[in-house]
């Protein structure tokens, strides 16, 4: 798990690491259909101050968010 902060101390977003197919369907269904063939290496989950969630997946060495 990750954490940014800005300079006066508050926390803009936080990520923790999930396995993969804790993904949602709908990252999956878009990585197969825009990357097929990729192999998600990693995946994480993005919370913003506000609570908006965010996903991300690392494939071919790339993060997709």
Excluded: W
Aim: aromatic share 6%.
């Amino acid at each position: 798990m990750s954490a940014l902060f800005t300079p006066a101390g508050t926390m803009e977003e936080s990520e923790m690491e999930i396995k993969t197919n804790e993904l949602p369907a709908a990252v999956t269904t878009y990585i197969n259909k825009h990357h097929s063939g990729a192999k998600i290496k990693e995946a994480a989950k993005i919370t913003k101050a506000n609570g908006d969630i965010y996903y991300e997946a690392e494939i071919k060495g790339k993060d997709l968010i």
